[in-house]
Every structure is written in structure tokens, then in C-alpha cells.
């Protein structure tokens, strides 16, 4: 390709980014923590990929609608939803009590629970050895409201809080932090090929991930609906096997059908 024809064909690309995004934008805008194993995560050619991107793009397929991915951090699903800045969001989220007084979910698709990742240089084994070190958790997240929660009683040093799990491992891995606090799955997923880390304790939360959405907004019962039908399908249990490479048992949220949360 000539200078020239470049020159052109990127005035071209500039303009259908300027243009055609709003000409064309996509049904559902979903905000996802892109970074977030194996979940949400952006695979070696940059395309956004994991367990919860394949569930919305079948859901939203089902539904006969586009879908756009927006990279947002955790923190920052909570408003963007409220504020109808996307119609959804996914990473791991944990129904709560507290999150249904202002937020929707459809039924859950996995069960999980928080754990402690150190490197395996440290000699930690578990909560136990935490006493007055440094803990990473992602902010807002259900591993931060543990933190706080259990400070006292596992004498916790300093509490700090990062955007996601990567810049979380780079502290980690460089000794700014001692132990890191965070989704099970997430951490078995990442550390498996990395001898340098260990996941050291299971953390048991009784936690359930969903889809979130402004609350009571039609979409949940939609979206909840072509969920049960995955469910009866096979489809999200072929998933979990896709992304961690065992079975999901049938007394879980994985494969078995159950209602939208509701709020008190």
C-alpha cells in the first residue's frame, strides 16, 4: 500500500470512528473489568474473551441484539449501570443484600468463595500468618468488605486497594504487598501456570455471581429467562468446562434453574 492510499484509508477509519459508532452502536453496552481471569480478559491477539463474554454474547444472540464490551473498573459498574450508561454488567459480581436495595440480578451462574494468594517465596500458609502484613483486594469488591470485616480478628496490617487483579499480582509479585484477597476462580484460573504463586486458603463466602442491571429494569427478566433456558441446555455447564476444565457439580448455580434474587 502506497503512502498515500494509507494516508486515506486512515482519514476513512478516523471518520467511521467518529461517525459510525453512533450510526451503529450496539444493543446492549455491557461494562465488564476487562483483566479479570477467566472471566473478562483481553486474549493474545487483544480480543475480549472468558467465561462471562461467551455467556453474554449467546444470551444476547438469544435475544436478537448486538453487544458492546466497555472496559470499566470495578468500582465503577455500580453507577454506570444506575446512570443507564450501560445496560449490563459482568465480573465476577456477587449478589448482595446491599447491592439489591439499588441494582438487579438475574439468577446466579456460579458459586464461589474468596481466598488468599501469596507468592510462594514468603512462607505464608494462610490467614493465620497475616498478622500485621499488607493485604491487597480489589476495591469495593466482595474480598474488600471481608478485609474490613475480619481485620480485627486476623490482626490485618494495611488494607490496599487496587483496580482489577493485575496491578494487584505486580504488587504481589514485587513484595509491596504480602497476601492478596479475592475471587477463588479467578485466582485458581491465574496462578495455575505461575509456580511463583499460591493460592493458600480457601475463604469460605457462600458467594453467587450474576449479571447486574439498573434496578428493576425489564432487561433482568429477559436476560433471566434465556438464562434458564442455557441452563436446561447444557450450555453454561459446557462453559465451566471450557474455562476450568472440570465438571461443574449439578447441586450448584452453574446447571441448576433458580429464581431472580430479590431484595428485602
Not at 80 to 86: H, T
Not at 229 to 234: D, F, I, M, S, W
Amino acid at each position: 500500500m502506497t503512502r498515500s492510499t494509507t494516508f486515506k484509508a486512515s482519514i476513512f477509519a478516523g471518520l467511521l470512528a467518529a461517525f459510525g459508532t453512533s450510526a451503529h452502536a450496539a444493543d446492549l453496552t455491557v461494562g465488564a473489568n476487562i483483566g479479570n481471569v477467566p472471566w473478562e480478559f483481553e486474549d493474545a491477539s487483544g480480543k475480549v474473551t472468558g467465561f462471562e463474554v461467551d455467556l453474554v454474547n449467546e444470551i444476547a444472540k438469544r435475544l436478537g441484539k448486538t453487544v458492546e464490551f466497555v472496559n470499566t473498573p470495578f468500582n465503577g459498574l455500580f453507577p454506570a449501570v444506575q446512570s443507564g450508561r450501560i445496560n449490563m454488567a459482568i465480573s465476577s459480581i456477587t449478589i448482595t443484600e446491599k447491592r439489591l436495595e439499588s441494582v438487579s440480578f438475574a439468577q446466579p451462574y456460579y458459586d464461589s468463595d474468596q481466598s488468599l494468594t501469596v507468592t510462594a517465596a514468603s512462607g505464608i500458609m494462610g490467614l493465620k500468618d497475616m498478622g500485621e502484613k499488607v493485604v491487597g483486594v480489589d476495591t469495593g469488591s466482595t474480598g474488600d468488605m471481608w478485609a474490613e470485616a475480619n481485620k480485627g480478628e486476623y490482626k490485618l496490617g494495611e488494607i490496599r486497594r487496587f483496580e482489577g487483579l493485575q496491578p494487584a499480582m505486580l504488587d504481589l509479585v514485587a513484595g509491596r504487598i504480602d497476601g492478596y484477597i479475592s475471587d477463588i476462580p479467578a485466582l485458581l484460573y491465574y496462578a495455575k501456570d505461575k509456580p511463583e504463586l499460591k493460592v493458600v486458603e480457601r475463604i469460605p463466602t457462600g458467594e453467587k455471581y450474576s449479571i447486574m442491571f439498573n434496578k428493576d429494569d425489564p432487561l433482568a427478566t429477559e436476560v433471566n429467562a434465556v438464562i434458564t433456558t442455557l441452563k436446561q441446555e447444557g450450555f453454561i455447564a459446557q462453559l465451566h468446562e471450557t474455562w476450568f476444565g472440570a465438571k461443574a457439580e449439578d447441586t450448584t448455580s452453574t446447571v441448576t434453574v433458580l429464581d431472580m434474587p430479590k431484595g428485602k
